[in-house]
């Protein structure tokens, strides 16, 4: 990482200002080239962390490209730990394009994808949890996602993972010493004092690995599903709580052929709401292929939202939903309520679980709100605190559930009084695993998968 790199760190095309960053041994000498203050100073009188104003200078054309902002940042106090200087230029293609390539001809070649991150993390600046979490900031777009990203960005998660890393460092000692002197007479921990402290440790992990459901919520947004048999108001609803036309609604069955999915915020969230093909029993040859992806729906869905018409008789069409939704998370609408009912809260009862069912009529208008505040209540853990860690990533969620396994192993050695070696063994495995979120040890091709799917320019 000796080489400099350079990219521009603000979206392209115009906008108040761009900022071209540049990171690496050379950067300095790269600004004492191009930059030019209004005083006529040169870079090295410069103060490092201060703002200074000037000019970009094309040495070989003698011309002056743009007046900016200079910023130079001494490593290690930067964000990669490296020498930085970022240009603050007026906003535009052309105007940063010009800037970049002069600081590319002058020493530094342009940036990978998140090299910017990556070297933060390399030279220890941020581990690899905090570095993912920077591209978590970056994608938020709720503020539940952005409030669970900037948590693990100030090393939340870090915090939590080192100290379950350290305690089984500590037992994984006792463990290796008892290996290495065992005729020397030393007082070593009790066997039950260690599965005791595994437990605790085991529970956290567990606690950590819980949180996973919530964490992904807030980073992707909840899966929605509208479900229920043809012509219950599905696509109605669907247009009721986006406050436009999205799905085509008719008086004939089987009008939704495919899934629709669509985005919509609640409160501090983002939802992903899929209006699905109506539920029936022997469905056209085309309506037959929309219900296979109904099903799917079911299955991936974070909350269902089943979907009965008040107006209609309940016929084996209604069985084959409610046998499709049993098992799965639900909430059950009545739709229709303005219309004469033509079966009772008893019959319904017979055929799905349902405590508290919402009655509403989405062409009057009425019990929207009811719906909205109990979709986010359902996926929403308003019980948890600001301050809960959450995991939103599968590569923690797998890492965790790998330690839990090695653990329930160690644990079970001590019981069945099995030799050091067999613990030792299993105690590494959920340490490596725990030190893998962090990046204590890690794969290049993992690296390169990670930072890969951030922005050039960060």
């Not at 007046?67 to 930067?78: A, D, H, N, R, Y």
């Not at 790998?402 to 653990?407: D, I």
Request: charged share 25%.
């Amino acid at each position: 990482m000796s080489d400099t790199i350079a990219a521009i760190a603000t979206p392209i095309g115009e906008g108040g200002i761009s900022i071209i960053r540049c990171s690496g041994s050379g950067a300095l000498t790269v600004a004492q080239k191009i930059f030019y203050t209004s005083t006529g100073n040169s870079v090295n009188e410069l103060s490092s962390h201060r703002v200074h104003y000037g000019s970009i200078y094309d040495p070989k054309k003698n011309k002056y490209i743009d007046e900016v902002i200079l910023t130079w940042f001494k490593g290690p106090k930067s964000y990669t730990g490296e020498d930085v200087i970022e240009i603050s230029a007026h906003g535009g293609g052309f105007v940063s394009s010009r800037i970049l390539g002069l600081v590319l001809e002058y020493g530094a070649r342009p940036a990978e994808p998140g090299e910017f991150t990556r070297r933060a993390f390399m030279n220890g600046r941020i581990d690899l949890s905090q570095a993912e979490a920077v591209a978590d900031v970056i994608s938020a777009s709720s503020d539940k996602a952005l409030q669970a990203a900037i948590m693990q960005l100030k090393g939340h998660l870090s915090k939590q993972v080192n100290t379950l890393y350290e305690r089984l460092l500590s037992l994984l000692s006792q463990v290796e010493a008892a290996i290495d002197f065992p005729e020397e007479g030393l007082d070593f921990q009790k066997r039950e004092i260690s599965i005791t402290e595994l437990q605790h440790v085991y529970r956290e992990i567990n606690t950590l690995v819980s949180s996973y459901r919530q964490g992904r919520i807030f980073r992707e947004g909840a899966s929605v599903a509208f479900i229920g048999k043809p012509n219950v108001g599905k696509s109605s609803l669907l247009n009721a709580l986006l406050q436009e036309d999205r799905a085509i609604v008719t008086p004939h069955p089987g009008t939704t052929r495919d899934t629709i999915e669509e985005k919509m915020r609640i409160r501090d969230i983002h939802i992903n709401i899929i209006d699905s093909a109506g539920l029936r029993n022997h469905p056209e040859s085309v309506e037959e292929e929309g219900i296979k992806r109904t099903l799917v729906a079911i299955e991936n869905a974070d909350l269902n939202l089943v979907i009965f018409d008040r107006s209609q008789p309940l016929d084996n069409n209604d069985d084959l939903v409610c046998k499709e939704v049993r098992d799965k998370p639900i909430l059950v609408i009545i739709n229709k309520c303005d219309l004469l009912e033509n079966w009772s809260m008893d019959t319904l009862k017979k055929k799905i679980k349902t405590d508290s069912p919402m009655f509403i009529s989405v062409k009057e208008q009425s019990g929207l709100d009811t719906i909205i505040d109990a979709i986010y209540n359902h996926i929403v853990d308003t019980k948890t605190s600001s301050e809960t860690t959450f995991i939103s990533r599968e590569r923690h969620r797998a890492h965790l559930v790998e330690a839990l396994v090695s653990l329930e192993k160690t644990i079970e050695s001590f019981e069945q009084q099995l030799s050091e070696e067999f613990i030792a063994i299993d105690l590494g495995i959920a340490m490596n695993h725990l030190a893998a979120i962090l990046g204590k040890s890690i794969e290049d091709e993992l690296l390169d998968q990670i930072f890969n799917a951030f922005c050039i320019g960060k």
